[in-house]
């Protein structure tokens, strides 16, 4: 319904009446005309909240509304319910040059650092960049749904079924429905469907921890899934993948695929996730996949032709001395990999194992490396106080998304202020 009112000139316009939910205790009521855009609305919150209007970013259904669009067009209608957030702009220190002519001024950027707890390739980058988390509907593909409870680890978001959630769309229409977590790359602006291959090895080095092999302190930095969680920075994990790599010493698994170990030798410790090669370059990355291949059909009985400019792999129907490439119809002794010969006595070829490829390490230094390292102090640091009424709060496992238990205020663990959608995008679980 919309209200007819009367502005000076006698003529009538349609006003409607919207609450605005800028937190879960501050609600703003807001007249607007219907013809109005979305950057009015953000004036009018912006004297009522006392936050500068560029630094307001305003929800419908899942998206961050523009400044040109209109009410009217947006079809909202009256008594509607949006949500808002405060998005700070980049800090910005001018100052001014002392003994300069006219009054020149020198303009310095200083860059608010987000808290990126993600690291993503992207295919469009082709590089490593810090990553957001992001969900929606499984069964509309749309952002509606609202979580039965919050990720607590990669297991959650990767695998699917572990959270579900209520979807809001009309399609759904309040069905309880399966999240499906994704993740998108900060170096560029996204366009709808854009994704990035989440690197779940790959995590920021706030705990300050040495690199296994250089023993320098850099972030972002490899953990391996080992018992002792070692950590080895970018560069030196490039010159031992392609270092391996050259000399084919990958190891293949059956459930993980062809994947590297920790530098050191431990066991249990195979990178999960063959994205985190994309690190090595794409020349080195293609490699890779090719060797990943041909060490697939190795493993599973089959052979490689070793015809110049072949290689083709494939199985063989039946064993026999006499192989024929299907590919190029080379033929070539099944036993030795030379052209195929009558002698039934021949010498197959014998490859030694290579000596151990694991790096030798000092205690000292794998004691450093160790990311899960705690000292007394930092064991006696396990508490945190409530930004709201300072109580101190203690953090058992689960996500980032603190409730006070004394006030109820929500807010982060990891940023010790109000949980906001940032906090949900760059760290939801730590």
Known sequence: MFTALRNRSGLQMSTILLTVKFSSSCSCPVEVDIDSSILDVKSTLSKQLQIPTDEIQIILAGRVLEDKSTIKDLCISNCSVLHAFQQKQPEIDIKLREGAVGGDTSTTFRKVEPYYQYFVYCKKCQCLQPGKLRVRCQACNDGYIILSRDPENFDDVLQSGRIQGECKSEQCNGQQREANFFFKCTGHRSEEGDTAAVLKHTRPNRKRRACIVCSD???????????????????????????????????????????????????????????????????????????????????????????????????????????????????????????????????????????????????????????????????????????????????AGGCMHMSCSRCYFEWCWMCEKEWTRDCQGNHWFG
């Not at 090719?290 to 059909?297: D, G, H």
């Open 217 to 395: 302190i850099g972030s972002p930095v490899m953990v391996f899934p080992c018992e002792r969680h070692h950590v080895i920075c970018l560069d030196c994990f490039k010159s031992y993948g392609v270092v391996r790599l050259n000399d084919r010493s990958f190891t293949e698994d059956e459930n993980i695929g062809y994947s590297l170990p920790c530098p050191v030798g431990c066991r249990n410790s195979l990178l999960e996730d063959a994205h985190h090669f994309c690190l090595l370059g794409v020349d080195q990355y293609e490699r890779y996949k090719n060797f990943a291949t041909e060490e697939y059909v190795l493993q599973n009985g089959g052979v490689l032709c070793p015809a110049v400019g072949c290689g083709a792999g494939f199985l063989l129907a039946e064993v026999s001395r006499k192989v024929t490439c299907p590919t190029c119809q080379y033929t070539f002794c099944g036993e030795c990999k030379l052209e195929y010969h009558e002698d039934p006595d021949c010498q197959a070829l014998v490859i030694q194992e290579s000596s151990s490829q694991n790096y030798i390490v000092s205690e000292e230094q794998e004691l450093r490396a160790r990311w899960n390292l705690e000292s007394l102090e930092t064991i006696g640091r396990i508490s945190k106080p409530c930004p709201n009424c300072k109580t101190n709060t203690e953090k």
